[in-house]
Structures are given as structure tokens and as C-alpha cells.
């Protein structure tokens, strides 16, 4: 069975940091573009970023450019989300995604998804 787990998730201040994490477990995620999501309450999904196979191509939303940067170590079957200057709209669900294709695209299809972390921030 195909399944990723996210971790890193919790409750931080305006301004700052945490790193989530996705691992996979059943598949290797080398092969595949990776794309973290969100959704806060009340709102619809929307797409953060989102990382190529190799790790080269690396994509970000508007909202989050500057801040967030994507990473991933395919020997270890991880990609990360680290996430700096951190703002009350950024609280979220926050869920990573394996497309079903090594390269990002605004149209990807993701093959299997994760269960979430939750992102609280707040003074």
C-alpha cells in the first residue's frame, strides 16, 4: 500500500519556523513530482509547492515565495517543507501529495496523498 505521512506540523507565533516532512512508505518516492498542499477552514484547497523528481525543478505560489522553500533527499524517501516568516493566514491543514509524474504541472494527477499536519499560527 502506497502511503506518505506527513510530520512537523504545530502551533507557532507570526514570524516563525517550522519544517514539515513527508515520508513515504510501500513506494520510493524518486520517481514521482511531489506537491505539498493546503486547506485551511472554510476554504478550498490550494496548492503551496510542489518539487520535481530530481529535485532541480522547484514550484511555489504566490502566496508563499520567499518564505517557504521545498526540498527532498530521495535516499532517504523524504521531502521537506520548510516554512520561515510565518503569518496567521498560513494556518492550514497542510498535506503532501505524489504526482503521477516526475514533473510538476498545474494539472498533475497525484497518486497518493497523505494525512495532513496541522499548521497553527497565532500570538
Known amino acids: 500500500q502506497l502511503q506518505l505521512v506527513e510530520s512537523g506540523g504545530g502551533l507557532v507565533q507570526p514570524g516563525g519556523s517550522l519544517r514539515l516532512s513527508c515520508a513515504a512508505s510501500?513506494?520510493?518516492?524518486?520517481?514521482?513530482?511531489i506537491g505539498w498542499l493546503r486547506q485551511a477552514p472554510g476554504k478550498e484547497r490550494e496548492g503551496v509547492s510542489c518539487?520535481?523528481?530530481?529535485?532541480?525543478?522547484?514550484y511555489y505560489a504566490d502566496s508563499v515565495k520567499d518564505r517557504f522553500t521545498v526540498s527532498r533527499d530521495n535516499a532517504k524517501g523524504t521531502v521537506y517543507l520548510q516554512m520561515n516568516s510565518l503569518k496567521p493566514e498560513d494556518t492550514a491543514a497542510y498535506y503532501c501529495?505524489?504526482?503521477?509524474?516526475?514533473?510538476?504541472?498545474?494539472?498533475?494527477?497525484?497518486?497518493?496523498w497523505g494525512q495532513g499536519t496541522q499548521v497553527t499560527v497565532s500570538s
Open positions: 501529495a505524489a504526482a503521477n509524474q516526475p514533473m510538476c504541472h498545474p494539472s498533475m494527477d497525484f497518486r497518493s
Open positions: 510501500g513506494f520510493t518516492l524518486d520517481g514521482y513530482a
Open positions: 518539487i520535481n523528481s530530481s529535485g532541480i525543478g522547484k
